[in-house]
């Protein structure tokens, strides 16, 4: 922790939804804390475990102040939760995701939301220096690698579960959704494919059964509405629905 001995003495309050970040001692209301008087307010919340990427409205005193602010001592202040939907600056809204989001990934791309992710672990710095190189959000359950920097913009996964990632990025975010239109696989778009076009990447059965195709224009994969579609469908619909309320 950023503090000293014969520092400032201010006072923190943290957003309820911010307290899975802080120590419990650090969870209450008013908890005294102890700073070294040169550092920032941005970096004394990082060292009490809260990534900024979290971070809303910091207020100091019922001041709103920025993360450049220097506590000093009796200060009061309240660090709130990012508001949602939270608004990233810029077009389109792209998001990187860490080596440990895979199903995430695919189920963003399920539904047209552009996400770039690989299987290989790439390394934070590398992760980092892609989302400020192309303006990606990146989304990760490592606090760590949300303290980093150089990243452009970034998300905290709260779940381990897929089922739960999923809506609290759609809800965080609100990302235009455009279903069926981007490869799960690598993240191209999607054009309608006819039959003949795309026969060579079909077995037998499927050519048999299937006549509407769509085709990868990035990796050349070919889908149609297999097996595994009334459970994407189901993702898609329960995706649309959030979205609309």
Known sequence: MLCGVN???THFSF???LHLFVAAEHSAARTPVVTDGSSTLGHVVESL???LTEVGRLVVDGAEVSVSHIPRAGENIEVYAIERPQRIP???LRFLLDVHLGTLARRLRLLGVDAAYTNEDPGD???AALSAKERRVLLSRD???L???EIWAGGFIYSDRPDDQLPDVLGRFAPTLAPWTRCTACNGPLTDADKDSVRE????GTQRTYDVFAQCTACGRVYWRGAHHARLEAIVEQALRDSAT
Do not use: F, S
């Open 125 to 127: 710095a590398a992760l």
């Open 143 to 145: 606090r760590g690698l």
């Open 90 to 92: 810029g077009a389109p």
């Open 147 to 149: 303290r980093r920097r």
């Open 15 to 17: 957003a309820p939804e």
């Open 7 to 9: 520092g400032p003495q």
């Open 201 to 204: 990447h079909l077995q037998h």
């Open 49 to 51: 475990g809260v990534p």
